[in-house]
Protein backbone atom coordinates (compact mmCIF):
# COMPACT_ATOMS: atom_id res chain seq x y z
CA UNK A 1 0.00 0.00 0.00
CA UNK A 2 1.34 3.43 -1.42
CA UNK A 3 0.65 5.59 1.83
CA UNK A 4 2.29 9.17 1.37
CA UNK A 5 3.97 11.40 3.47
CA UNK A 6 2.58 14.99 3.98
CA UNK A 7 4.71 17.82 4.56
CA UNK A 8 5.06 19.66 7.92
CA UNK A 9 3.12 22.46 5.59
CA UNK A 10 -0.14 20.60 6.05
CA UNK A 11 -2.86 21.68 8.56
CA UNK A 12 -3.37 17.68 9.44
CA UNK A 13 0.63 17.74 11.10
CA UNK A 14 1.26 21.27 12.58
CA UNK A 15 2.43 21.24 15.98
CA UNK A 16 -0.59 23.66 16.69
CA UNK A 17 -3.16 22.00 15.15
CA UNK A 18 -2.28 18.77 16.91
CA UNK A 19 -1.94 20.42 20.31
CA UNK A 20 -5.29 21.73 19.75
CA UNK A 21 -7.01 18.32 18.54
CA UNK A 22 -5.46 16.99 21.87
CA UNK A 23 -6.81 19.52 24.29
CA UNK A 24 -10.15 19.71 22.84
CA UNK A 25 -10.39 15.57 23.15
CA UNK A 26 -9.43 16.28 27.21
CA UNK A 27 -12.29 18.88 27.28
CA UNK A 28 -15.07 16.07 25.69
CA UNK A 29 -13.39 13.60 28.55
CA UNK A 30 -13.84 16.01 31.00
CA UNK A 31 -17.74 16.09 30.41
CA UNK A 32 -18.59 12.92 29.88
CA UNK A 33 -16.95 11.60 33.01
CA UNK A 34 -20.56 13.15 34.60
CA UNK A 35 -21.97 10.33 32.63
CA UNK A 36 -21.35 7.71 35.03
CA UNK A 37 -24.11 6.30 37.17
CA UNK A 38 -23.51 3.69 39.47
CA UNK A 39 -24.69 0.33 36.81
CA UNK A 40 -22.58 2.15 34.07
CA UNK A 41 -23.15 4.99 31.85
CA UNK A 42 -26.03 7.16 31.24
CA UNK A 43 -27.23 9.66 28.54
CA UNK A 44 -26.12 13.74 29.71
CA UNK A 45 -28.24 16.71 29.12
CA UNK A 46 -26.99 19.94 27.23
CA UNK A 47 -25.33 21.16 30.14
CA UNK A 48 -23.64 18.30 31.01
CA UNK A 49 -25.46 16.73 34.38
CA UNK A 50 -27.72 13.33 34.31
CA UNK A 51 -31.53 14.72 34.22
CA UNK A 52 -33.83 13.10 37.07
CA UNK A 53 -34.14 9.48 36.71
CA UNK A 54 -31.17 8.58 34.12
CA UNK A 55 -31.00 5.39 34.01
CA UNK A 56 -27.61 3.69 32.26
CA UNK A 57 -27.46 1.79 29.01
CA UNK A 58 -25.37 -0.31 27.09
CA UNK A 59 -24.67 1.65 24.21
CA UNK A 60 -23.58 4.17 26.51
CA UNK A 61 -21.55 1.97 28.39
CA UNK A 62 -19.81 0.48 25.91
CA UNK A 63 -18.89 3.69 23.81
CA UNK A 64 -17.59 5.69 27.13
CA UNK A 65 -15.85 2.09 28.24
CA UNK A 66 -14.10 2.39 24.77
CA UNK A 67 -13.00 6.23 24.90
CA UNK A 68 -11.85 6.12 28.64
CA UNK A 69 -9.85 2.70 27.82
CA UNK A 70 -8.28 5.31 24.59
CA UNK A 71 -7.99 8.04 27.21
CA UNK A 72 -6.12 5.14 29.62
CA UNK A 73 -4.21 4.04 26.91
CA UNK A 74 -2.90 8.03 25.80
CA UNK A 75 -1.01 8.06 28.67
CA UNK A 76 -4.35 10.27 30.57
CA UNK A 77 -4.07 9.63 34.41
CA UNK A 78 -7.16 8.88 36.37
CA UNK A 79 -9.43 6.97 33.28
CA UNK A 80 -8.68 3.40 33.71
CA UNK A 81 -11.60 3.52 37.39
CA UNK A 82 -13.89 4.56 34.61
CA UNK A 83 -13.19 1.87 32.09
CA UNK A 84 -13.00 -0.92 34.57
CA UNK A 85 -16.35 1.04 36.13
CA UNK A 86 -17.60 -0.12 32.49
CA UNK A 87 -16.60 -3.88 32.19
CA UNK A 88 -18.05 -4.48 35.71
CA UNK A 89 -21.33 -2.92 34.26
CA UNK A 90 -21.13 -4.84 31.02
CA UNK A 91 -20.01 -7.86 33.27
CA UNK A 92 -23.08 -7.25 35.63
CA UNK A 93 -26.73 -5.48 35.25
CA UNK A 94 -26.33 -4.94 31.42
CA UNK A 95 -25.75 -9.14 30.64
CA UNK A 96 -28.35 -11.59 30.53
CA UNK A 97 -26.78 -14.17 32.95
CA UNK A 98 -29.89 -16.72 31.83
CA UNK A 99 -29.13 -16.33 27.85
CA UNK A 100 -25.89 -14.40 27.76
CA UNK A 101 -25.47 -11.53 25.80
CA UNK A 102 -26.21 -8.33 26.61
CA UNK A 103 -29.73 -5.99 26.99
CA UNK A 104 -30.12 -2.68 25.93
CA UNK A 105 -30.61 -1.81 29.52
CA UNK A 106 -30.09 -2.89 32.85
CA UNK A 107 -31.95 -6.40 33.77
CA UNK A 108 -34.03 -6.20 30.48
CA UNK A 109 -36.42 -3.46 31.24
CA UNK A 110 -37.86 -2.15 28.30
CA UNK A 111 -35.78 -4.44 26.20
CA UNK A 112 -36.80 -4.96 22.41
CA UNK A 113 -34.38 -7.81 21.71
CA UNK A 114 -30.55 -8.89 21.63
CA UNK A 115 -29.11 -6.68 18.37
CA UNK A 116 -25.59 -6.79 16.06
CA UNK A 117 -25.41 -3.11 16.76
CA UNK A 118 -25.33 -3.12 20.68
CA UNK A 119 -23.01 -6.56 20.61
CA UNK A 120 -20.61 -4.84 18.69
CA UNK A 121 -19.98 -2.40 20.60
CA UNK A 122 -19.72 -4.75 23.40
CA UNK A 123 -17.15 -6.10 21.31
CA UNK A 124 -14.99 -3.01 20.67
CA UNK A 125 -15.29 -2.02 24.32
CA UNK A 126 -14.18 -5.13 25.65
CA UNK A 127 -10.78 -5.06 23.02
CA UNK A 128 -9.72 -1.63 24.35
CA UNK A 129 -10.56 -2.66 27.54
CA UNK A 130 -8.13 -5.20 27.23
CA UNK A 131 -5.66 -3.15 25.75
CA UNK A 132 -6.09 -1.19 28.86
CA UNK A 133 -5.28 -3.73 31.15
CA UNK A 134 -8.79 -3.43 32.79
CA UNK A 135 -9.57 -5.94 35.34
CA UNK A 136 -11.90 -8.44 33.67
CA UNK A 137 -11.47 -6.91 30.56
CA UNK A 138 -10.00 -10.54 29.37
CA UNK A 139 -13.68 -12.20 30.54
CA UNK A 140 -15.62 -9.80 28.96
CA UNK A 141 -13.62 -10.03 25.71
CA UNK A 142 -14.30 -13.88 25.89
CA UNK A 143 -17.83 -13.56 26.13
CA UNK A 144 -18.15 -10.42 23.57
CA UNK A 145 -16.60 -12.90 20.92
CA UNK A 146 -18.84 -16.10 21.78
CA UNK A 147 -22.10 -14.22 21.30
CA UNK A 148 -20.76 -12.80 18.27
CA UNK A 149 -19.63 -16.35 16.83
CA UNK A 150 -22.28 -18.20 18.29
CA UNK A 151 -25.47 -15.86 17.26
CA UNK A 152 -24.71 -12.85 14.53
CA UNK A 153 -22.20 -13.78 12.49
CA UNK A 154 -23.11 -16.04 9.42
CA UNK A 155 -20.95 -17.51 7.59
CA UNK A 156 -23.18 -18.02 4.65
CA UNK A 157 -23.80 -14.45 4.49
CA UNK A 158 -20.69 -13.19 5.02
CA UNK A 159 -22.23 -10.50 7.59
CA UNK A 160 -24.02 -10.16 10.92
CA UNK A 161 -27.63 -11.04 11.21
CA UNK A 162 -29.45 -8.44 13.42
CA UNK A 163 -31.83 -8.69 16.09
CA UNK A 164 -33.31 -11.90 18.15
CA UNK A 165 -35.19 -12.02 20.54
CA UNK A 166 -33.74 -12.71 24.71
CA UNK A 167 -33.97 -16.30 24.35
CA UNK A 168 -32.03 -16.13 20.77
CA UNK A 169 -35.47 -16.99 19.06
CA UNK A 170 -37.33 -15.19 16.14
CA UNK A 171 -34.55 -13.43 14.18
CA UNK A 172 -35.36 -10.62 12.68
CA UNK A 173 -35.98 -10.63 8.89
CA UNK A 174 -34.26 -8.25 8.59
CA UNK A 175 -30.60 -6.84 7.81
CA UNK A 176 -28.94 -3.47 8.39
CA UNK A 177 -25.95 -1.92 6.68
CA UNK A 178 -25.25 0.27 10.77
CA UNK A 179 -24.95 -2.62 12.71
CA UNK A 180 -22.79 -4.53 10.36
CA UNK A 181 -20.33 -1.26 9.66
CA UNK A 182 -19.66 -1.03 13.47
CA UNK A 183 -19.03 -4.67 13.30
CA UNK A 184 -16.02 -4.01 10.66
CA UNK A 185 -15.10 -1.11 13.08
CA UNK A 186 -14.65 -3.99 16.11
CA UNK A 187 -13.25 -6.86 13.74
CA UNK A 188 -10.47 -4.53 13.29
CA UNK A 189 -9.68 -4.06 17.21
CA UNK A 190 -10.11 -7.84 17.82
CA UNK A 191 -7.75 -8.63 14.96
CA UNK A 192 -4.99 -6.99 17.23
CA UNK A 193 -6.23 -8.04 20.27
CA UNK A 194 -6.45 -11.81 19.52
CA UNK A 195 -3.59 -12.10 16.78
CA UNK A 196 -6.62 -13.97 14.83
CA UNK A 197 -6.74 -12.76 11.22
CA UNK A 198 -10.25 -14.21 10.99
CA UNK A 199 -11.69 -10.85 11.81
CA UNK A 200 -10.07 -9.57 9.04
CA UNK A 201 -11.20 -11.58 6.96
CA UNK A 202 -14.89 -11.42 7.85
CA UNK A 203 -14.84 -7.35 7.88
CA UNK A 204 -13.71 -7.73 4.29
CA UNK A 205 -16.75 -10.17 3.57
CA UNK A 206 -19.16 -7.47 5.31
CA UNK A 207 -17.22 -4.50 3.16
CA UNK A 208 -17.43 -6.01 0.08
CA UNK A 209 -21.31 -6.82 0.14
CA UNK A 210 -22.54 -3.55 1.37
CA UNK A 211 -19.90 -1.48 -0.19
CA UNK A 212 -18.95 -2.96 -3.32
CA UNK A 213 -21.49 -5.30 -4.54
CA UNK A 214 -24.40 -2.68 -3.22
CA UNK A 215 -23.16 0.73 -2.65
CA UNK A 216 -21.28 0.68 -5.69
CA UNK A 217 -24.11 -0.37 -8.18
CA UNK A 218 -25.70 2.43 -6.55
CA UNK A 219 -23.89 5.54 -7.14
CA UNK A 220 -22.40 5.06 -3.95
CA UNK A 221 -25.48 5.62 -2.08
CA UNK A 222 -24.90 3.43 0.52
CA UNK A 223 -28.32 1.36 0.59
CA UNK A 224 -28.88 0.92 4.83
CA UNK A 225 -31.90 -1.90 4.92
CA UNK A 226 -32.25 -5.28 3.63
CA UNK A 227 -34.25 -8.19 3.68
CA UNK A 228 -32.74 -11.44 5.39
CA UNK A 229 -31.93 -12.12 1.64
CA UNK A 230 -29.97 -9.21 1.41
CA UNK A 231 -32.51 -7.56 -0.79
CA UNK A 232 -32.51 -4.04 -0.35
CA UNK A 233 -35.72 -2.31 1.18
CA UNK A 234 -35.31 0.78 -0.53
CA UNK A 235 -38.73 2.33 1.14
CA UNK A 236 -37.85 1.11 5.00
CA UNK A 237 -39.27 3.69 7.33
CA UNK A 238 -40.62 6.12 4.47
CA UNK A 239 -42.99 6.93 7.03
CA UNK A 240 -40.67 7.39 10.21
CA UNK A 241 -37.90 9.22 8.28
CA UNK A 242 -35.91 10.81 11.13
CA UNK A 243 -35.46 7.42 13.02
CA UNK A 244 -31.96 7.93 15.11
CA UNK A 245 -30.76 4.11 13.96
CA UNK A 246 -32.75 3.08 10.74
CA UNK A 247 -33.70 6.15 8.73
CA UNK A 248 -35.16 6.46 5.52
CA UNK A 249 -33.09 6.78 2.12
CA UNK A 250 -29.47 7.35 2.41
CA UNK A 251 -27.06 8.63 4.83
CA UNK A 252 -24.38 10.73 3.77
CA UNK A 253 -22.83 10.44 7.61
CA UNK A 254 -22.47 6.39 7.06
CA UNK A 255 -20.78 6.51 3.54
CA UNK A 256 -18.05 9.29 5.05
CA UNK A 257 -17.76 6.78 8.01
CA UNK A 258 -17.28 3.44 5.38
CA UNK A 259 -14.63 5.62 3.44
CA UNK A 260 -12.47 5.49 6.76
CA UNK A 261 -12.82 1.77 7.42
CA UNK A 262 -12.21 0.95 4.26
CA UNK A 263 -8.99 2.68 4.55
CA UNK A 264 -8.17 1.14 7.86
CA UNK A 265 -9.38 -2.31 6.92
CA UNK A 266 -6.89 -1.87 3.72
CA UNK A 267 -4.08 -1.14 5.87
CA UNK A 268 -4.62 -3.51 8.46
CA UNK A 269 -5.03 -6.56 5.63
CA UNK A 270 -1.29 -4.66 4.46
CA UNK A 271 0.31 -4.66 7.92
CA UNK A 272 -0.92 -8.58 8.47
CA UNK A 273 0.83 -9.22 4.87
CA UNK A 274 -3.01 -10.52 3.36
CA UNK A 275 -3.90 -9.42 -0.06
CA UNK A 276 -6.02 -5.84 0.00
CA UNK A 277 -7.94 -5.62 -2.78
CA UNK A 278 -7.59 -2.36 -4.71
CA UNK A 279 -10.83 -1.68 -4.27
CA UNK A 280 -11.08 -0.75 -0.95
CA UNK A 281 -9.29 2.21 -1.69
CA UNK A 282 -11.01 3.17 -4.99
CA UNK A 283 -14.67 2.56 -2.96
CA UNK A 284 -13.55 4.92 -0.37
CA UNK A 285 -12.75 7.71 -2.19
CA UNK A 286 -16.18 7.80 -4.29
CA UNK A 287 -17.59 7.36 -0.94
CA UNK A 288 -16.18 10.05 0.03
CA UNK A 289 -16.62 11.99 -3.09
CA UNK A 290 -20.02 11.01 -3.32
CA UNK A 291 -21.41 12.05 -0.19
CA UNK A 292 -19.61 15.85 -0.22
CA UNK A 293 -20.94 15.68 -3.38
CA UNK A 294 -24.28 15.09 -2.96
CA UNK A 295 -24.67 16.12 0.99
CA UNK A 296 -22.72 19.33 1.29
CA UNK A 297 -24.98 22.47 1.30
CA UNK A 298 -27.24 21.03 -0.54
CA UNK A 299 -30.17 22.88 0.84
CA UNK A 300 -28.26 26.29 0.51
CA UNK A 301 -26.55 26.07 4.18
CA UNK A 302 -23.42 25.05 5.16
CA UNK A 303 -22.82 21.63 6.71
CA UNK A 304 -24.08 18.02 5.72
CA UNK A 305 -27.71 16.98 5.93
CA UNK A 306 -28.58 13.62 7.65
CA UNK A 307 -30.55 12.25 5.22
CA UNK A 308 -31.50 12.11 1.28
CA UNK A 309 -33.92 10.44 -0.64
CA UNK A 310 -33.00 7.86 -3.50
CA UNK A 311 -33.32 11.39 -5.94
CA UNK A 312 -30.50 13.12 -3.71
CA UNK A 313 -33.18 15.15 -2.84
CA UNK A 314 -33.00 16.20 1.13
CA UNK A 315 -35.55 14.65 3.52
CA UNK A 316 -33.95 15.27 7.29
CA UNK A 317 -32.25 18.55 6.93
CA UNK A 318 -30.70 18.74 10.63
CA UNK A 319 -26.86 18.48 10.84
CA UNK A 320 -25.66 16.02 13.31
CA UNK A 321 -22.38 16.01 14.96
CA UNK A 322 -20.66 12.69 14.14
CA UNK A 323 -21.20 12.68 10.30
CA UNK A 324 -19.45 16.18 10.68
CA UNK A 325 -16.91 14.49 13.05
CA UNK A 326 -16.76 11.18 10.76
CA UNK A 327 -16.15 13.88 7.76
CA UNK A 328 -12.81 15.06 9.87
CA UNK A 329 -11.95 11.63 10.24
CA UNK A 330 -12.48 10.75 6.73
CA UNK A 331 -10.77 13.54 5.05
CA UNK A 332 -7.97 13.15 7.01
CA UNK A 333 -7.17 9.69 6.43
CA UNK A 334 -7.66 10.25 2.35
CA UNK A 335 -5.53 12.63 2.80
CA UNK A 336 -3.03 10.54 4.56
CA UNK A 337 -3.57 7.66 2.33
CA UNK A 338 -2.98 10.04 -1.27
CA UNK A 339 -1.56 12.66 -0.11
CA UNK A 340 -3.93 14.82 -2.11
CA UNK A 341 -4.94 18.65 -1.53
CA UNK A 342 -8.43 18.12 -1.80
CA UNK A 343 -9.03 16.30 1.16
CA UNK A 344 -6.82 19.08 3.06
CA UNK A 345 -9.37 20.97 1.96
CA UNK A 346 -12.49 19.43 2.65
CA UNK A 347 -10.81 18.19 6.86
CA UNK A 348 -10.12 22.45 6.75
CA UNK A 349 -13.63 22.87 5.70
CA UNK A 350 -15.25 20.04 8.12
CA UNK A 351 -13.56 21.35 11.10
CA UNK A 352 -13.85 24.90 10.67
CA UNK A 353 -17.73 24.06 10.45
CA UNK A 354 -16.97 22.11 13.59
CA UNK A 355 -15.55 25.12 15.26
CA UNK A 356 -18.38 27.78 14.57
CA UNK A 357 -21.25 25.84 15.03
CA UNK A 358 -21.11 22.15 17.23
CA UNK A 359 -18.02 23.33 19.79
CA UNK A 360 -20.10 24.66 22.99
CA UNK A 361 -17.63 26.27 24.81
CA UNK A 362 -19.95 27.70 26.88
CA UNK A 363 -21.88 24.77 28.25
CA UNK A 364 -18.94 22.03 27.30
CA UNK A 365 -18.74 19.16 24.92
CA UNK A 366 -20.44 19.65 21.52
CA UNK A 367 -24.12 20.61 20.45
CA UNK A 368 -25.29 17.11 19.29
CA UNK A 369 -27.60 18.57 16.57
CA UNK A 370 -27.88 21.95 14.35
CA UNK A 371 -31.68 22.98 12.78
CA UNK A 372 -31.69 23.59 9.39
CA UNK A 373 -30.18 26.64 10.00
CA UNK A 374 -27.72 25.34 11.57
CA UNK A 375 -28.81 26.42 14.99
CA UNK A 376 -28.52 24.00 17.98
CA UNK A 377 -31.76 21.66 18.35
CA UNK A 378 -32.42 18.60 19.85
CA UNK A 379 -35.53 17.21 17.68
CA UNK A 380 -33.17 13.65 16.74
CA UNK A 381 -30.58 13.76 19.64
CA UNK A 382 -31.49 15.85 22.83
CA UNK A 383 -28.58 16.43 25.10
CA UNK A 384 -24.90 15.28 24.71
CA UNK A 385 -24.49 11.83 25.40
CA UNK A 386 -21.96 11.03 22.63
CA UNK A 387 -18.09 10.96 23.38
CA UNK A 388 -16.86 8.23 20.81
CA UNK A 389 -17.81 9.96 17.56
CA UNK A 390 -16.32 13.33 18.44
CA UNK A 391 -13.26 11.78 20.47
CA UNK A 392 -12.31 9.20 17.89
CA UNK A 393 -12.21 12.11 15.40
CA UNK A 394 -9.58 14.30 17.58
CA UNK A 395 -7.33 11.21 17.67
CA UNK A 396 -7.44 9.66 14.27
CA UNK A 397 -5.99 12.19 12.34
CA UNK A 398 -2.41 11.92 14.50
CA UNK A 399 -2.34 8.07 14.24
CA UNK A 400 -1.38 6.14 11.25
CA UNK A 401 -4.36 3.76 9.43
CA UNK A 402 -3.31 0.26 11.01
CA UNK A 403 -3.35 -0.68 13.63
CA UNK A 404 -6.34 0.01 15.20
CA UNK A 405 -6.87 3.25 17.20
CA UNK A 406 -6.59 1.41 20.58
CA UNK A 407 -3.69 -0.97 19.34
CA UNK A 408 -1.71 2.82 17.87
CA UNK A 409 -2.17 4.14 21.08
CA UNK A 410 -1.23 0.84 23.60
CA UNK A 411 1.79 0.32 21.46
CA UNK A 412 2.55 4.16 21.12
CA UNK A 413 2.89 4.06 17.34
CA UNK A 414 3.31 7.65 15.41
CA UNK A 415 2.67 8.55 11.96
CA UNK A 416 5.76 9.67 11.13
Not at 73 to 89: D, I, K, S, T
Not at 352 to 380: C, K, R
Amino acid sequence: MNTHNLPATHWLDTPAHSAWRLAEAQRLLAFAKAAKLPDGFGSLDARGQLPPGARADTLNTARMTHCFALAHLQGLPGYLAYVEHGVAALRGAMRDATYGGWFAHPEGDTDSGKTAYLHAFVGLAASSAVLADAVNASALLEDAVQMLDAHFWSEEEGALRETFSRAWQLPEPYRGANSNMHAVEAFLTLADVTGHSLWLHRALRIAERIIHNHAAANGYRVIEHFDALWQPLPHYNQERPADQFRPYGSTPGHALEWARLLLHLEASLDRAGLDAPGWLHDDARALFDAACLQAWNVDGAEGFVYTLDWADRPVVRARLHWVHAEACAAAAALLQRTGEAQYEQWYRRCWDFIANHFIDLAAGSWHHELDAHNQPAGTLWPGKPDLYHAYQALLLPGLPLAPSLASCLAGNVTKR
